[in-house]
Nanobody, 118 residues
C-alpha cells in the first residue's frame, strides 16, 4: 500500500499562485512517475502534470507555461501553480504510477481543493 499526504490547496485570486505538495510513503517500490490530476464539478478527472523517475515531464495543454511539476529525492512531488485562472478551480489529486509485474498500479491522495476567485 502507498500512502500519500497532500498539502497546499486553498483559495487564491485570479492571477495568484499556489504550491501543492504530496509525500509518498509505504510500498513505494516500482514507482515510474508521480503527478497531479484534477477534477472539477461535473467533469471527469484529468491529468494536470506528471514527472517520471528520469525527470521527463508531461503537462496538460491548459496548464503549460503556468504550472511546474517537480520531485525531490524523497518521493515528494510538487506542483507550482502560477497565473491561476478561475477554470483551474478543482479538487487536485496526487498520483503515484507504479509499474510492477508487467502492470500499472495507481495510488491516489485524498484530494485538496483549489479555488480561484475571479
Amino acid at each position: 500500500q502507498v500512502q500519500l499526504v497532500e498539502s497546499g490547496g486553498g483559495l487564491v485570486q485570479h492571477g495568484g499562485s499556489l504550491r501543492l505538495s504530496c509525500a509518498a510513503s509505504g510500498s513505494i517500490f516500482g514507482i515510474y512517475a508521480m503527478g497531479w490530476y484534477r477534477q472539477a464539478p461535473g467533469k471527469q478527472r484529468e491529468l494536470v502534470a506528471s514527472i517520471t523517475n528520469g525527470g521527463t515531464t508531461n503537462y496538460s495543454d491548459s496548464v503549460k507555461d503556468r504550472f511546474i511539476v517537480s520531485r525531490d529525492n524523497k518521493n515528494t512531488v510538487y506542483l507550482q501553480m502560477n497565473s491561476l485562472k478561475p477554470e483551474d478551480t478543482a479538487v487536485y489529486y496526487c498520483n503515484v504510477d507504479r509499474r510492477l509485474f508487467g502492470g500499472r498500479y495507481d495510488s491516489w491522495g485524498q484530494g485538496t481543493q483549489v479555488t480561484v476567485s475571479s
